[in-house]
Structures are given as C-alpha cells and as structure tokens.
C-alpha cells in the first residue's frame, strides 16, 4: 500500500470520529495535495504542448466575447470545484461588453500627483496612509501621487499619516463587471504604479452569495496562482439569490472598490472606495470605513476589549513573548466584530494567514495591510453579536464538545523538578479541601528536555503516580513543545529517526532536502515537524501512542508552537532574499520576522514559512487532536499557545506568559471575551500570572477570578516563588476554596454551555453588550463578564480594594449567595466583596442547573441535580440540561445523551425531558429554589403530591429541598 493509499483509508477512519464539519482533517489537505503532485508530470508534459494555442486562444475569446471567467485560485483548497462545481462560473451567463484587458496588460504609469484641492479636503480621521515605510519624505509621497501634511498625533500608538491618500485616488479601474442572482464578478485593471515592487495587473473580484446572512468576497491574482491558507472551511452546499439575503453588494464603475450594505437599514457596513487600494507581490492593502467606532476582535492582543479607534496598529505574526501592549502575540485573528449604531452587528474574517498589520483610524476606519496571498473576506450579517459569532464557528469550525473532567481545576508549575515535589504540592492542595482535576507537568519532567520522555531518575514512578491519579477521579497533563531533538547518535532517539525516515520535518529552503536547524530547550540543537505534510499525523500518532504506552495521559499541553526558536532563524541567520527581507514588514517585535522563530525561506509542504508561519500551532493542534482520538478512543484535550482560526474546533487556548501583576489580570478578561468571539471558548489565563513573583493579594483575587476562565489553571514559572494556593497562605487557601466549589456546583450549566457552543456556535463566556446590544453602557464594560445569558461574574480587580463598582443592565438581578434581588436594572451599584469573597449575579428569567460540589468533577457528578429558577418581571423563567457520559466522542451523534428544558410561568415550574438516551446515571432532583415569587406561597406539589417547602417572604425566595425524583419522567412543581 503506498503511501498515498494510506493517507486515504486513514481518512475513512478518522472521519468516523469527526462530526458533521466539512473537510475538518488535516489529511483532506494531504491527499489534494498528493493528488495534485501525482497529476503534476502529466500536466506539465500536456501543458508545455498545448500552452501557446491556448494562450493564443484565450486572447482571441477574450477580445471577441468580453468574457468574465472565475479563476481557480484553489490548488491548496481543492474541494470547492468539486462541491460547487455547478457554480464555478456563475457569472459568465450574463457577461456583457467588450473586454480591453489584452491591451491594458502593460508597464503602469507612476499615479499622476494630486492637485491641493483634493488634499486638503481630506480631513485628518480620514487620511489613510500612503508611505507606511519607514523614510517618507514629501518628494517621496508625492512620487506616488499622494499628498502629504505634518501633524501632531494625540495617539500614544500611532500617528496620523503625514502622507496619504488623495480624495480621488485610484491604482485600478473596473471592467467587464457581471452578474447574476448568485453573486457579482469582475476584473480590475492596473492604471498606475502603487511604488511597491511587481503590481498585480490584472485582478479578479467575486463575491459570493454563499448564505443569507454570509457573504464572500475574493480578490485575486488572474494571472498567476498566489498562496492561499490550506485551512478548512464549511461550504455551501448552495448559493442563494441575492434578494433573500441579509445583504447587498454594489460596485460603482468610477470608483475602485466595493460597498456592502444591511438590506433592512440600509446601512453601508463595508466600504471599500477609499482608502488606497493596493495589490503588489508582497504589499497588499484594503481599507473601509466603519459604520460606528464599537470594534471588537483582531487577535492576539493585549488590549481593552472594546478597542479604541484612535489610531491603533495591531500586528497579526505568531510570535514568543510575555504580552504586552502593541506587541504581536501568540496567534493570528484576521476577524473583527462591529456593533453598529442601532444595535444591529456584523462581523468580517480576512482568510489570509501571512504576516499583516490592521490599522483602525477614527473615521471610523479599518486598513488591513499583509505582505502575501490574496484578499479573501467573509462578512456575516448577524445581526446580534451572538448571531455573528454562531455564523462565523459555522464556517471556521463548531468548538470541540471537552471532556467533563477538563471543566474542573488544573494546578501546574514550570520548576517541580522532581516527582516528590509534584506529589508534595499536589498533595497540599487535595488536604486542604480545595477542588482539584487535573495535575500538570511542564518541560522538567522530560529526559533531556525531549519530547516522549521522562526523566527516570527525578521523575521515577511516573507512570504508577499517573494511574493512582486516575484512580480517585483526577487526570494528568504534561507538556509537549513541538520542536524535537536532532542531537541523539543514530537510533538513540526514536523521534527524530523516524521523523528523518518519513521526511516529515520542515527543510531549510524549497531547494534542499536538509531539515531546518535551531534550537529551543534541546541540549544542542532542534528540527521542527511539518504539520502540513502528509506523514506527518502519522508520524505524531506514532509518537503519542508509544509515550501513551509509557505513561497514560490524558491529554496535552503543546507549546512553544508558534514555533518559537532561540534563534533568530538558524544559528547562522538566514538568507538575505525578499522572503526575509519584504519590502514592507508589519510592525512586529524587533522589526524582523524571523526574530525568536525559524527563516521565513524555510519550507514547508504546503508553502514557504513565510506564508504558512501563523498555521503552524493550529496545523500542530489538528495532528495532536487525532493523535489523541486515535490513542486514547475518547474525547481529546488539548491546549496550545498559537492558534488560528478554527482551532477552537481541534483545542483550546491559554493567554501565555502572562505578568503576575493587577493590569495583566484585568486585561485577562478582555482576552478571554475575545477568543470566545474567536470560536475558542475553552481559553483561560494562567492564575496568579506566570511572569514575576505574585503577591497573597493579587492570588486571592486572581484564584476569585480564575475560578470562572472557562479553563482555569494556576501556572507559573521556574524563577518564581510556588503559588499554589496553600503556599501563599489561609487568605488564598480560602478564596481558592470557596470560588472553586461555587464552579463545581455550577458543572451541569458550565457543560451545557460547552453543548450549545458545540451545537450552535455560542459563546461560553461572553461581554454584556452580547445579551444587551441596544445599551450602549454596556459596549465597553470588559471588568464584568456573563457565563451564557444567565450569571454575571463581578471580581475585585484592583489591590486593597473591598468594594466593587458593577453595571446591571436592563432586568431583575439576584445575589448567587443570598437569593436575594439585588438590582432592577440599569443602574451602577458598588457591592461589598470582602477578601475571599466573589460577586455573582443570577439574571432574571433563567433557570440554572447545579450540583453540590465536592472535591472532584468526578464526585461532583454523582449529587443530585438542584435547580435555581430566578423568576423575570413576568414571573417566568427558562433554562435547559445537557448530559452525557462526559467523555465519549460520538455521545451527541450516537444519541447517548439526555437533554431537559426547563420552564417556569404563573406559579408551575415543568422539567420536560426532550431527548433521553443515557442511562448509566439517574438524574436524581434534589432540590429546587425558586427567586423572585412576588405572592405568598402557602402550599407545594410536586406532580400533584404535596411536599415540604420553606419560603421567606422578605426575600421572596421558596426552598424545596430533600427530593428525591427522577426528572427523566418529567415533573411539575406547583406553589400556591
């Protein structure tokens, strides 16, 4: 069997494991990959013969017919021929005109300079930036026909451009426009020089009407193939007609650009007719005005939530580094949310993944500005905020349904050293009562610091500790950085012999079959696998299967994979070429891309590094996510540092090495909103911060905190005092002990969100604005946050602080600890929360699933269900169950589930189960509160039978408690 053959029924397998999302595997890619080399000989030898007739015909159909023809971009991303292939060229039927691209197809003239009129009617917000290059000068700008103006920029950040763009300012104009009902294409044709090197001549424009409320827009090389990310994306399985959607999509001939507008409103939501259009080689760069300054999104930064439109620059290359402001970090999010001024939002995805910088001016203005591939934007029109995200997941990828266990606490440090010093703090934390999951390892237990091994000596035991883990209910985790030792003599280290054997490692450049060279924590020196190749996930399996066969994991931690190097490049540099030295380089750290990672002329299967350096965490996310589902025969965990979109459908996210200091942990909440809006919900920072000593203080609020990231961790690093709770002392140990237990009771919601966010795309944690869009107080509130649209999580985020100052939007609000109303909404309260202490708001109308906790998910499991029904202004509430084994891959597909939705109207709470298909536990009803009854209750039933209640009537809170029923069967709780 060949090994193209392998890759297929491999496939088969694999896909028996996956749900329902398009082309998810990683091995799709390998095998249109493979295909296409293995037709390459065939085609080259048909092509060289048959190129000039073909060529000469082209320009005769050309002149005589004005065609408009689809390009196929689509080398890298092969299936949507194969699915559309009824569609390829939709817009030809409707062609009209005559074509003069043939004799446009010249050496363009420099851009004819401005006259003063048209520059000095530009006012400052709305002047793009011509010469973002580093040396402008006013003879400079004006060579490229752009105006030029000095000023004092009021932003710490960036400054307004000195030169810009006139007001009538076009390299390009349009031609041989066509449409049909299912989208709009056409050809813009190069006028002038932009002053970059090579100018795209000829460029092709689509827009897709792929959905009614998603719209793709693609602008492209006609000439010649450019790099386009090989991510999987979900298609359509048809277009729609352009007047059922959401949306629509205008050209004006005289202008260079697009415009998209909200069909209902009206409102121009992405416009494209200024701002400079420019398509070089390796300088491209569009921009469009905003409808309202209320942007969200671009990642990864450290930044407020809501950004502010003061002339900011974010740069998107994966880069190694502890965050900070202006500074690229670990991932690269090319996606920004917008909510627009009546309340309404919509969303845009770049799929570009080359270096690039956004730039946001206070027009309002978004500049997007990379230095490879091509323009390939995906609009969704909401119109809640929650409506954008659910579209967006829906294209990128659903997130991945965690295992039960993965929701509890995971303790770790960089330092343990040995194993008896593991066994020592865990052991301190399990006595001192505080919930406890999952224990991690960092690099100090590997032999050497190389991946699949253990230090037998300081970690002795390893595998018998991890067993008698799993015995009482917890889980282990350790680390696994990507980059694997070459320095081992010949057969000493499997992992790097079989990696040379199945060629799978990255090369140093398109022409040399050596691997590329650098180093991280190896003794000497480290190669990198390449994710992108076909082996290389059966090269990872193998690698995960023999460890798993040493010592049982139960998931893994990879990092340093953005990749990070301890080189700039190689030992010894890199290449002086255009790769490593483009003529425009985003505003990263130390100005240079292959700072702290590998050269960017090193190649990969799938492209240069240059082109591919930002999928290379997510690439590595997918081949350990099989790994595991292929080893382990259960749900995969896995947390990685670089991400990229669609990794929230393989993995989850930690922030990175964050500063153990009050800034970096109010900025963690923005951070964490941010990457649920990314479709990554299962993300957290690590607790108490990772970088520099933390303080009792700082720990008791952070632990207060932390306890409600979606993935709650405590991390920190070998040059730091221990943080665990018990080291820093009965003020942690208590905070740690009762935000913990809160979370553990809060298990049945917390998974049930996970579901929906599996199912529908939601978020887990999510800003207020999500459930509030028509309260602008809420646009920038980033020091409160919600878990789905029920509990409002309000922490102490400043030192010495005993008070906390809290927004309640619109609603009734009821305290999680007293069942008493707190607020009616829309208006700032400051709350008591004493040390140890955290705020929690229950929202009016929710009905919210709990369990009495206990020290371990897996003992958290076996309580009966308790029910919080806080009643609305209408006296009604809602809310719904998810369950399942919690560790099962296909427990949704398959039916082993149960799900219940609860209701509660006029003085009757119903449970009625909707789906029951898991038996293996009762779901056993202990008790039931019930907030905000506004009449006296004198007697309760429970399906007609009366049963035992308290009610207080100051607080207006019922308690039935000590039941025993099965809410399998449904059940009606009545009150009079």
């Known amino acids: 069997m060949d090994d193209a053959s392998k890759i297929e029924k491999h496939l088969l397998v694999q896909s028996k494991n996956l749900d329902s999302f398009n082309d998810t595997s990683i091995y799709t890619m390998h095998w249109n990959l493979r295909q296409r080399d293995r037709n390459t000989v065939a085609r080259k030898i048909i092509i060289c013969g048959l190129s000039l007739a073909f060529l000469l015909l082209a320009l005769i159909i050309l002149r005589a017919f004005g065609k408009s023809f689809l390009c196929d971009n689509s080398y890298l991303n092969s299936n949507w021929n194969e699915i559309h292939a009824e569609f390829d060229s939709p817009f030809r039927l409707n062609s009209q005109g005559s074509s003069d691209i043939a004799l446009e197809l010249k050496t363009p003239l420099p851009h004819p300079k401005p006259s003063s009129e048209v520059c000095y009617d530009v006012p400052e917000e709305l002047r793009f930036d011509c010469f973002p290059l580093s040396g402008a000068s006013e003879d400079k700008c004006s060579e490229r026909g752009c105006c030029w103006k000095s000023t004092i920029s009021s932003s710490p950040d960036l400054g307004v451009p000195f030169c810009y763009y006139p007001s009538n300012y076009g390299l390009y104009k349009w031609d041989n426009i066509s449409q049909n009902e299912r989208g709009v294409a056409g050809n813009l044709v190069l006028k002038y020089s932009s002053g970059y090197v090579d100018d795209i001549l000829n460029l092709g424009v689509e827009a897709f009407f792929e959905t009614n409320y998603r719209l793709r827009i693609k602008i492209y090389d006609r000439e010649n193939r450019r790099y386009e990310p090989p991510v999987p994306v979900t298609e359509p399985k048809d277009f729609v007609e352009e007047l059922s959607t959401e949306y629509e999509f205008k050209i004006d001939p005289k202008k260079t650009g697009f415009v998209v507008k909200r069909r209902a409103t009206g409102e121009i939501i992405f416009d494209t007719t200024t701002g400079g259009f420019t398509f070089a080689n390796q300088f491209l760069q569009i921009s469009s005005l905003l409808p309202s300054p209320y942007l969200y999104g671009i990642g990864e930064q450290q930044d407020t939530l809501l950004h502010s439109t003061n002339w900011k620059q974010f740069s998107l290359f994966a880069h190694d580094g502890v965050p900070a402001d202006h500074m690229n970090l670990y991932g690269s999010h090319p996606f920004y949310l917008v909510m627009e001024n009546n309340g309404m939002s919509h969303g845009v995805f770049l799929k570009n993944s080359d270096p690039m910088d956004i730039i946001i001016q206070p027009a309002p203005a978004i500049t997007f500005r990379t230095i490879g591939g091509i323009f390939d934007f995906y609009i969704f029109l909401g119109p809640k905020p929650g409506d954008v995200v659910s579209q967006y997941t829906e294209l990128i990828g659903r997130p991945f349904m965690p295992p039960f266990w993965s929701l509890g606490y995971h303790q770790c440090r960089f330092g343990y050293n040995t194993l008896n010093r593991t066994k020592e703090i865990m052991g301190r934390t399990r006595d001192a009562g505080i919930p406890f999951d999952v224990q991690w390892v960092d690099i100090d237990y590997m032999d050497k610091r190389r991946d699949f091994t253990y230090d037998k000596d300081n970690y002795f035991g390893l595998p018998d500790f991890v067993k008698a883990l799993q015995l009482v209910g917890m889980h282990f985790i350790p680390i696994m950085d990507p980059g694997i030792s070459n320095a081992d003599s010949n057969g000493a280290y499997p992992p790097y012999d079989e990696g040379l054997e199945m060629n799978v490692f990255i090369k140093k450049n398109k022409n040399s ?62 290449p002086d070429n255009s790769l490593e030295n483009p003529p425009y380089t985003p505003r990263v750290v130390d100005g240079h891309l292959q700072h702290k990672t590998l050269c960017m002329s090193a190649q990969q299967y799938a492209g240069a590094h240059y082109d591919v350096h930002n999928l290379y965490g997510f690439t590595e996310t997918i081949a350990t996510n099989f790994a595991l589902t292929e080893v382990l025969k259960r749900r995969p965990f896995i947390i990685s540092r670089s991400t990229y979109p669609g990794q929230g459908h393989f993995g989850g996210h930690w922030t990175g090495d964050v500063r153990s200091d009050w800034g970096d942990m109010k900025k963690s909440i923005s951070a964490i909103l941010n990457f649920n809006m990314f479709g990554i919900p299962m993300v957290g920072a690590d607790i108490c911060g990772f970088v520099q000593n933390t303080t009792a203080d700082l720990c008791t609020r952070w632990m207060e905190l932390g306890a409600f990231y979606p993935f709650s961790r405590n991390h920190n690093s070998d040059d730091t005092i221990d943080q665990d709770p018990v080291a820093l002392g009965p003020d942690v140990v208590e905070a740690a002990k009762n935000s913990l237990l809160i979370r553990y009771s809060l298990l049945p919601y917390l998974y049930t969100l996970f579901w929906r966010a599996n199912q529908y795309g939601e978020t887990v944690a999510r800003p207020l604005f999500f459930e509030f869009p028509d309260d602008r107080s809420t646009y920038g509130i980033d020091v409160q946050f919600l878990w789905g649209s029920s509990l409002m999580i309000i922490p102490v985020l400043d030192p010495l602080e005993q008070v906390v100052t809290a927004y309640f939007p619109k609603g009734l609000w009821y305290d999680y600890e007293t069942f008493k109303l707190m607020s009616e909404g829309e208006e700032i309260m400051d709350l008591e929360s004493p040390s140890g202490k955290i705020r929690l708001a229950i929202r009016g109308g929710s009905i919210i699933p709990t369990q009495s906790p206990n020290v371990t998910t897996a003992r958290t499991r076996l309580s009966p269900f308790e029910l919080i029904a806080a009643l609305d202004e209408e006296q009604k509430a809602c809310g719904s169950l998810y369950w399942d084994d919690g560790i099962s891959i296909d427990s949704f597909m398959s039916g082993k589930y149960n799900y219940l939705e609860f209701s509660s109207s006029g003085s009757a709470l119903e449970i009625s189960p909707k789906k029951i298909g898991y038996f293996d536990e009762h779901l056993k009803l202990g008790s039931v509160r019930i907030l905000g009854i506004q009449s006296d209750v004198v007697n309760v039933s429970l399906n007609g039978g009366k049963v035992d209640f308290t009610y207080s009537k100051p607080d207006k809170v019922l308690i039935v408690d000590n039941l025993s029923a099965n809410m399998s069967d449904g059940i009606t709780i009545s009150w009079h």
């Open 513 to 574: 079959a050596e691997p590329f060279e650098g180093k991280v924590w190896n003794p000497v020196s480290t190669v990198w696998p390449d994710f992108t190749h076909p082996n290389a996930t059966e090269y990872w399996i193998n690698q995960i299967r023999r460890f798993v066969e040493e010592v049982p994991i139960d998931g893994l931690w990879i990092d340093m994979n953005e990749p990070a190097n301890f080189y700039n490049g190689a030992k010894e540099g890199c």
